[in-house]
């Protein structure tokens, strides 16, 4: 077994971390040991269990766990700083941050989940959580949808038909003239040639061709002369003698 001076150790060891280092992309947060399957990176110290949750390991880039704590250890100091110097959790994630992180990990990796609930499950919780307006898109949708239209007035009750309006009362017809029941009457007896038939009423006198010629209440026969001589007038104003 071949023994190395403890002054050729310590370069040889710090030979192998820098080797172990150099794997790891330029772009990858300080003390990164590994990045997982689905694009975040993860600073644990153990390659066993560092991408739960994140698919798995894709590439594992640390060889000495104990510089691969130090280095971490430096890295949650950095973040701590970087951390207290942020005015809101929201803010935009740091420039070595993958493209389309949401958040970081209280272990140093990187989380590109849609909701910070189970994030960083396996990574000991969210630390920063850069996704806070993705999570407001649903709720800006949700505000943005048509409102629901508005609820119909109800149908007016169909107005009741008027109703019809009573006939009033129509008076009863005129009695006809007492002349024109009178006129089917029987003429009164004593009539005759050169006779009219004076209505002593109305002092009419009817000729013997006049359908009331002998039939009005009052009345007598007499000669056309006398019955002129007594004021009496020919109906309709015709002389029977004409």
Do not use: I
């Not at 704590?69 to 929201?90: L, V």
């Not at 000729?207 to 056309?224: A, L, P």
């Amino acid at each position: 077994m071949k023994v190395f001076p403890a002054a050729l150790a310590l370069p040889l060891a710090l030979a192998f971390a820098v080797a172990a280092h150099a794997q790891v992309p330029s772009g990858a947060p300080a003390g990164t040991t590994g990045v997982c399957k689905d694009g975040s990176y993860t600073s644990a110290e153990a390659k066993r269990g560092a991408c739960r949750g994140h698919k798995g390991v894709k590439e594992w880039y640390a060889t000495d766990g104990a510089a691969a704590k130090s280095d971490a250890a430096e890295t949650k100091a950095s973040r701590r700083a970087s951390s207290a110097s942020t005015t809101t959790a929201a803010a935009a994630p740091a420039g070595a941050a993958p493209a389309g992180s949401t958040g970081l990990c209280r272990d140093g990796s990187y989380t590109s989940a849609d909701a910070k609930k189970g994030a960083c499950r396996g990574h000991k919780g969210v630390q920063e959580w850069y996704g806070a307006s993705a999570a407001a898109a649903p709720a800006a949708t949700k505000a943005a949808a048509p409102a629901a239209p508005a609820t119909p007035p109800p149908a007016a009750a169909p107005s009741m038909p008027a109703a019809p309006a009573r006939p009033t009362a129509t008076a009863p017809a005129t009695r006809a003239q007492p002349e024109t029941d009178l006129a089917n009457r029987a003429a009164a007896p004593g009539g005759g040639a050169g006779k009219v038939w004076v209505n002593t009423e109305t002092k009419v006198y009817h000729c013997s061709t006049d359908r009331y010629y002998g039939k009005t209440k009052q009345g007598e026969y007499m000669s056309e002369a006398d019955a002129q001589a007594k004021g009496a007038h020919a109906a309709h104003g015709k002389a029977c003698s004409q």
